[in-house]
């Protein structure tokens, strides 16, 4: 079935860094990733929808500065928390479209911690 | 993008089936309805997905009303492993189409 890995699964930082979270589908050429925010007890929340080698279009009330996207490769999307501050504290989740059979595959999520 | 309609919460026993409904009737005639899972702490997890036919592979099968306004996802025998949050998502199976989450069913599996 599709994979999709997601790296780091945790990370820690200071506030006013810069944080870089991978999506990397495995087994598959994935056209189109997608970029999600999940706070505690919450839904998943749609940040940005990315497609390889053009700019990601960013939901409605998401910094596009803030939060940059970089979709270089069919298997590789990039999410960068830019000046993170405590209020980006989070759950990022990615997502990738590949084998039509099993739908839209999920990475496993990085838990963002900005101290 | 459709709405669903879920349930906040249900409980079911262990080894028995556990029938999670959903409601689409806004649901467009070329829209999937997609159920996916969330355990804590991880990402969603893909169980089914269908059109119009009733569906079944070695996770759960989907029941889908002959109108398609509504489904129904079972979990035949549910174990304490099944305790997630459940989502309903109906959208197109295309490239470049967003899935878009409501709040889900907080499925808790008690022994």
């Known amino acids: 079935g599709a994979v999709v890995s997601q790296h780091p699964s945790w990370v820690i930082c200071k506030s006013g860094t810069s944080v870089k979270i991978e999506c990397r589908s495995l087994?598959?050429?994935?056209?189109?990733m997608f970029w999600y925010r999940q706070f505690p007890k919450q839904s998943l929340m749609l940040m940005a929808t990315?497609?390889?080698?053009?700019?990601?279009?960013?939901e409605q009330g998401v910094e596009k500065d803030k939060f940059l996207i970089n979709h270089a490769s069919l298997t590789l999307s990039t999410l960068t928390v830019t000046s993170a501050h405590p209020e980006d504290s989070s759950f990022y989740i990615c997502?990738?479209?590949?084998?039509?059979?099993?739908?839209?595959?999920f990475g496993s999520g990085t838990r963002l911690t900005v101290v | 993008d459709a709405k669903t309609t879920q349930p906040p919460s249900m409980d079911c026993a262990e080894g028995r089936a556990a029938n999670l409904p959903c409601n689409h009737s806004?649901?467009?005639?070329?829209?999937?309805v997609y159920w996916y899972r969330q355990i804590h702490s991880q990402g969603p997890q893909y169980i089914i997905h269908?059109?119009?036919n009733n569906e079944t592979n070695e996770m759960a099968s989907l029941i889908i009303t002959e109108d398609r306004k509504s489904s129904t996802l079972i979990l035949p025998h549910a174990t304490l492993r099944d305790t997630a949050v459940y989502y309903c998502?109906?959208?197109?199976?295309?490239?470049?189409?967003?899935?878009?989450f409501g709040a889900g069913t907080i499925l808790r599996v008690k022994s």
């Open positions: 806004t649901i467009s005639g070329n829209e999937y």
């Open positions: 269908g059109l119009k």
């Open positions: 087994d598959f050429q994935a056209t189109t």
């Open positions: 997502s990738a479209i590949g084998d039509r059979s099993y739908g839209y595959t």
């Open positions: 998502i109906v959208g197109l199976l295309e490239y470049g189409n967003k899935l878009v």
């Open positions: 990315s497609n390889e080698g053009s700019k990601a279009t960013y």
